[in-house]
């Protein structure tokens, strides 16, 4: 199956601060981008989707100035979670999207706002 | 709008057979994916169905009825390593824009 990594895998911060998420499609090309978020005992809900070279929609109830995606390339999206906040403390998983290659999500990253 | 329904759990003995039913209600359908997920973990591919009919690999099966709006997920031979959560989720364009199901917690004892 297709290779996609997320760095980091974890990070804690203060309440307030910026954390930028990284996701690499590592052996496809990825023309959109898809990205979730996860809190506990609950399914996987859809954020945001970006493509290639555009601008993000975000789902109904996700603020786009707060969470700021860029997708420069057919490899690289990053999330930021900007002035995050406690409430913000969840797993974020992003699944590239380029073809046949739609399933494969990547490791994710837990977010602990403190 | 779209809705997917998966019972929240299932018990079941290791080396029997459980099957995990999914329905779903929707106003466009491309296709519908089946996730393994184990806690604290990302999600894991486990079949894809977009015509109706049995799809098979290993001791997973995935069956698909469009007309019914109904899938399942057969696990066969459960090993204790199959306790996790499994994620219905549906496409309904070519982009592979995925909805998920609330996920079924499969509880596998000795």
């Known amino acids: 199956g297709a290779v996609v990594s997320q760095h980091p895998s974890w990070v804690i911060c203060k309440s307030g601060t910026s954390v930028k998420i990284e996701c690499r499609s590592l052996?496809?090309?990825?023309?959109?981008m898809f990205w979730y978020r996860q809190f506990p005992k609950q399914s996987l809900m859809l954020m945001a989707t970006?493509?290639?070279?555009?601008?993000?929609?975000?789902e109904q109830g996700v603020e786009k100035d707060k969470f700021l995606i860029n997708h420069a390339s057919l490899t690289l999206s990053t999330l930021t979670v900007t002035s995050a906040h406690p409430e913000d403390s969840s797993f974020y998983i992003c699944?590239?999207?380029?073809?046949?290659?739609?399933?494969?999500f990547g490791p994710g990253t837990r977010l602990t706002v403190l | 709008g779209q809705n997917i329904d998966q019972p929240t759990e299932m018990t079941a003995t290791e080396g029997a057979i459980v099957q995990i039913n999914c329905t779903y209600q929707?106003?466009?359908?491309?296709?519908l994916f089946w996730y393994q997920q184990h806690a604290g973990e990302a999600p894991t591919f486990l079949s894809y169905?977009?015509?109706?009919g049995l799809e098979e690999k290993g001791r997973f099966s995935s069956f698909l009825s469009r007309s019914k709006g109904y899938s399942y997920l057969l696990l066969k031979e459960l090993q204790m390593k199959d306790s996790a959560s499994y994620l219905c989720?549906?496409?309904?364009?070519?982009?592979?824009?995925?909805?998920f199901g609330a996920g079924t917690q499969v509880v596998v004892t000795p």
């Open positions: 929707t106003s466009g359908f491309n296709g």
């Open positions: 699944r590239p999207s380029g073809g046949a290659d739609t399933q494969y």
């Open positions: 169905n977009v015509l109706d």
């Open positions: 052996d496809f090309q990825a023309t959109t």
């Open positions: 970006s493509n290639e070279g555009s601008k993000a929609t975000y």
């Open positions: 989720a549906m496409t309904t364009d070519s982009w592979g824009k995925l909805q």
